[in-house]
Nanobody
Framework: VQLQASGGGLVQAGGSLRLSCALSGRIFAINVMGWYRQAPGKQRELVAVSRSGGLINYADSVKGRFTISRDNAKNMVYLQMNSLKPEDTAVYYC??????????????WGQGTLVTVSS
């Protein structure tokens, strides 16, 4: 299983970016798919995740500005980021909780994509 993230870059405050993440490989089911981020000197934190059944969780800091969506047919997850702030600057990681079979599940991480928001 591999996660390939893309879409990061440099944007001015107030701007928008859209991150994409493609999951490839043989899987039984996807339990959770979403995004975390890690800013310099800080711990990795949840940004937004989409759970099987449709439940979505957002970090309080991004509610109302970021939107997560999934294309289950393509095993992809997206993060639309609007009204970006300098404090959103971080490496964004795609994450997936994968059901490998009836008994086994594992966590997978993408390689990270850098988002830089200038003031």
């Amino acid at each position: 299983v591999q996660l390939q993230a893309s879409g990061g870059g440099l944007v001015q405050a107030g701007g928008s970016l859209r991150l994409s993440c493609a999951l490839s490989g043989r899987i039984f089911a996807i339990n959770v798919m979403g995004w975390y981020r890690q800013a310099p000197g800080k711990q990795r934190e949840l940004v937004a995740v989409s759970r099987s059944g449709g439940l979505i969780n957002y970090a309080d800091s991004v509610k109302g500005r970021f939107t997560i969506s999934r294309d289950n047919a393509k095993n992809m997850v997206y993060l639309q980021m609007n009204s970006l702030k300098p404090e959103d600057t971080a490496v964004y990681y795609c994450y997936a909780d994968i059901q490998e079979n009836w008994e086994t599940k594992n966590d997978y991480w993408g390689q990270g994509t850098l988002v830089t928001v200038s003031s």
